[in-house]
């Protein structure tokens, strides 16, 4: 059965066809991580955003702050990302030995 009800061949077996397969396949893998760092990428644009838009210096001082914290939560979701990622490769490593 055809991927596609048209008659048209559409873009299944092109290459523009499987790079968006792939896409497709990197997306479903790695959801949660593409939320967390959209997340943090929403929150960082917000806090520069505001903090242009502010006159005071003392709410420039605490979104200053509130932009280095959220910098810094982001860099330790990655590393702690990363070391589960870790593990869970030196799990499956373990278990297919056995």
Known sequence: MS?????NR???????????????RFVEQNALPLKVAAFYAVALA???LARRVVSGPNVEI????????TVIFAACT???GAVIRLFS???RRRHDYE
Not at 3 to 7: A, C, K, L
């Open 62 to 69: 605490l979104l200053s702050i509130a932009i280095w914290f």
């Open 46 to 48: 917000a806090g520069l």
């Open 89 to 91: 490769a030196v799990q």
């Open 10 to 24: 559409g873009a299944h077996g092109t290459t523009a066809g499987t790079g968006t397969e792939g896409i497709g």
């Open 78 to 80: 990655a590393l702690l």
């Open 3 to 7: 991927r596609y009800d048209s008659d």
